[in-house]
Structures are given as structure tokens and as C-alpha cells.
DNA sequence: TGAAAAAGTAATGTCAGACATTTAAAGTTT
DNA sequence: AAACTTTAAATGTCTGACATTACTTTTTCA
């Protein structure tokens, strides 16, 4: 470890910092033990409350964890992909939701990642996969279901298509796409004649998956992408029209 | 705010969990100030140490920022795609490096990404887009170009490819997974001949973008894959010989 | 009158020391 | 040998103080 970088911020920030590279640069490895607080304390020359917020910043993205007791201490973590994938999401969502990004554009991003999987998804799906995509098909179908709950079907349909690839980083990368689009999808409402379009879209989209053919599945997922980018753009011109 | 959240975790912990949520949820919005540290430890109940620790544990994760003075305090950050990607890099690096992912799963999930952009940049690269290409394929043909640097060329060189989409989303998804393959990259030693392939493909990519060819653009990708996939795979059974 | 200088003030940043709690290991008893 | 007790080392939390920063207000003086 070093033990120098980016004067004129915060010292926690620093030290953070310096640990952080430590572990990205493998000097520090998965499960080896930091020191204790108080020994990095003396080694930088701060009190330990100071230590200890350098710490909380490191367990913040997952890179470290705590345990108490004798033989306690931080430890270096093995990044899950569900940690990272959760971390992806609320960082997706939040810049989606801050920084203006059209529904257009996140949609366009969706619908191109998720083609992406789409030959892979063909190829290698199992049983499983093709389940889940029948099942939430049908809850979709389901005419008391509320907007909400029908997204939420739509995600873990489109889920189990990415994850029929069978490829971990593919799905991880895509959680973020798919999960952070769900609250702008959330803004729509689904008529019963919009979300019989969406539903034989999907099936048609099973229907390929299942017999391995990728670019029908690709059609499926271009010709979902127009629908949906449709009935955006007829509810936000209805909505505009309301308010204007 | 609600005030009560996953018991059994570290109060520091449960506070930034609330606070985030009020963030998520909207219910703090962007540039937001947060009630200053003393005030937040008498809300919670708990010192000023506890609530500080929380609140690095946002700054972490850019949610917050904080500024000093009388009129300081805490404010909700409006994350920035380049945060939000230097963050994903880094968390993506280090889910690659740690849970011995394979280079071919990784490969794999880079090229099916980067073929989703190819038909959108061949439709809208502008002139920059293609001279960082051109650029970046010359300094590729440097004899004395180390193998760190050739592999750092190469990301630029996707990178332009992929920003080339002008989807800032499409690049945000995309920047994780190209750049945390870099150190996989760097595993490999690249020898002149194999360079010249590479470039070969390079050009037939940069080409098709430039003609707008979305499709020749994809079947570079996918030969570039095949061409990375096979190269990589001699390196590892060459080291594999050494030292078995 | 007006601009510069000084004082005031409220916030975060840092420190020191104490105590509470947890956990594993060492020691003791039965 | 098993069960219980003690010990020790670590993190978790609290208190109170002081340092630093930066905006606001007041004062000074040309």
C-alpha cells in the first residue's frame, strides 16, 4: 500500500481510496484481513473514527466486510454477482431517473442489449427458462392485474430470457438495463388492447426461444421494441395533450 | 422518511439504507439538502459518529455529496454517467477478476454487447467516431507498441465503435463490460502475426461503420470474437505446457 | 455612500477517550 | 472428556471538544 493520494480531500476519502487500489491491484486479496481499525489508524496517521468512516465507504460498494469479536475484523470480499447486480441497479436507476434520459433512448438501450442475448438465449436455454417465460405470459393475461404488477411480469419474462444465454456477466449486465427501465414502464398504462399486443409478442418470442431459432427471436424483440415505443409515445402525447 | 429498516445490521448500515430509499423513492429529490448531521442523529436517535458514518457510506455510492460552511451540508447528488461508469468499471473489473470468470464467458458477454451497438453506430457514427477508429487501428500498427498499450488502443477503439450508437445509455451499459476485460486482455501476449489479424478486422469493422453496413459490422464482430476466442485460448494452452 | 475588512455563525472534518457488545480461544471445573 | 467460565481482541457506539470552512452580517474607513 501506498500511502499517498489526491491531497485536498477528505482524509477518509483518501484512505478509502488508497485501500481501494490496494484491492483492485490484488495487493490485498479475496478474504485476507486488513489491519485492525486501530492499527490503520497509527499506520495513517488519523484517529480511528476517521478510519472507520474510510471503512464504511469501502463496505458501501461491497469491496470489504466487518466482523466483530476476537478474531474479527475487514475482511477483503468476494464481489457477488448479486451484490454487483443490485449495486447496478440503483445506480441505473437513479441515472435514469436524474438525468432526463427519454424514454426513447433507455428503450432503443433496452431492446438493443437485450437482442444481444437473443441468439445465445436460443442456443442454450433449458426447460426452466422456457417455464418462466410461460408462466409469466399467462399471469399477464390475467385482466384484474394492475400496471405495476404486469412490469414486474414483464421483467422477470424478459429475465429469463437473458439468462437463458446462460452467460452470468450477459445477465448481469442486463439486470441493470431491464430493472432500471421498470419505473419509466411504470409510467404507462397498459389498455387490455395494448397488453394483448405485448402478450403475442412474447409469445411469439417463447415460441422461438423454444425452437432455438435466434433470428425470429431478434424479430420478436425488434417488432416488441416498435410496440412499446408506440404506446409510449401515444400515452405521453395524450398525457401532454391533458395537461397543455 | 420512515424510520425503521433491517434490524440486526449496524445502525450506520440501516440509516443509509432509509436514506437511500428516500432517495430512490424520490422522495428527496436532486440537490435536495439533507437536515445537518446533528439534526439527523437526534432524528435517529443515535451520536453524530453514527450518522456520519452513514453518510460516507452514501458518498460511496455518489447518492450524496457534502460541502463545508454555514450554508454546507449534505445534498442529494445528481449522478453523472461518468460516475456511474467509473463505477461500473470498477465493480465490473473486480466481479471478472474475483470469481474466476472465464475468458471466454467474458468474451463472449463483451462481443454479444458490442454487436448489439453495431447496427445503430453504422446508422449514426459521425465523422469523429471514425477518425478515432482510423486513429486508433494506426497506432495498432506501432512494431514497438507494448502489449499493455495495444490492449488499451483496442478499448478505444471500442469505445469509439460504441459511443458511435449515441445512445449515452447504450455507452454507460457498455463501458463496464469493455473496460473490465481489459486486465483479462492484458493476460494475453500478443505476437505480430496475430496483431496484423486483429488490425485485419479492425479496418473490415471501421469500414463497415463507415459505409453504414450494420450487418458487415456485426459479422467483423463476430469474426474478431472468434479470431480474440482462438488467440487466447493458444496463449493459455502454451502456459498451461510451461508449467505443467 | 460604498467598498473593503472584520466579526459572527453554522455547518462539516477531525480527534481523543470511554464504554458496550460480540466472538473465539484459553482456562477451569466437574 | 465435556461443560462452563474467564479472558482478550476486535468492532460498534457515544460524548464532547476543537479545527476548518465558507457564507452572512456588521463594522470600519476612505
Redesign the pocket.
Known amino acids: 500500500m501506498k500511502t499517498s493520494l489526491v491531497p485536498s480531500a477528505?482524509?477518509?476519502a483518501q484512505i478509502a481510496a488508497n485501500i481501494r487500489d490496494a484491492i483492485v491491484s490484488g495487493a490485498l486479496i479475496v478474504d485476507e484481513r486488513?489491519p485492525?481499525?486501530?492499527e490503520l489508524?497509527l499506520k495513517f496517521?488519523?484517529?480511528?473514527?476517521?478510519v472507520?468512516?474510510a471503512?464504511k465507504r469501502l463496505a458501501a460498494q461491497s469491496l470489504i466486510r466487518?466482523?466483530?469479536?476476537?478474531?474479527?475484523?475487514?475482511f477483503v470480499n468476494r464481489i457477488s454477482f448479486e451484490a454487483a447486480q443490485a449495486q447496478q441497479i440503483t445506480t441505473s436507476t437513479l441515472l435514469l431517473s436524474m438525468n432526463d434520459v427519454s424514454f426513447e433512448t433507455a428503450c432503443e438501450a433496452r431492446y438493443a442489449l437485450e437482442r444481444a442475448c437473443a441468439p445465445l438465449s436460443a442456443m442454450r436455454r433449458n426447460s426452466n427458462h422456457i417455464n418462466v417465460m410461460r408462466d409469466e405470459i399467462k399471469a399477464q393475461g390475467e385482466v384484474e392485474l394492475s400496471d405495476e404488477a404486469f412490469c414486474a411480469s414483464d421483467v422477470a419474462f424478459h429475465r429469463a430470457l437473458v439468462d437463458g444465454a446462460g452467460n452470468p456477466v450477459l445477465s448481469y449486465q442486463l439486470a441493470g438495463a431491464v430493472e432500471a427501465m421498470q419505473p419509466l414502464m411504470n409510467m404507462i398504462t397498459f389498455t387490455a388492447r395494448s397488453r394483448d399486443a405485448i402478450i403475442a409478442l412474447h409469445v411469439a418470442i417463447a415460441d422461438a426461444i423454444e425452437a432455438q431459432d435466434g433470428p425470429a427471436a431478434s424479430a420478436g424483440l425488434t417488432a416488441l421494441e416498435a410496440e412499446t415505443q408506440t404506446l409510449a409515445r401515444r400515452v405521453f402525447a395524450q398525457r401532454k395533450g391533458h395537461t397543455g
Open positions: 477528505d482524509l477518509s486488513l485492525s481499525e486501530a489508524a496517521d488519523v484517529s480511528r473514527a476517521t472507520r468512516e471503512l466487518t466482523q466483530r469479536g476476537a478474531t474479527g475484523g475487514a
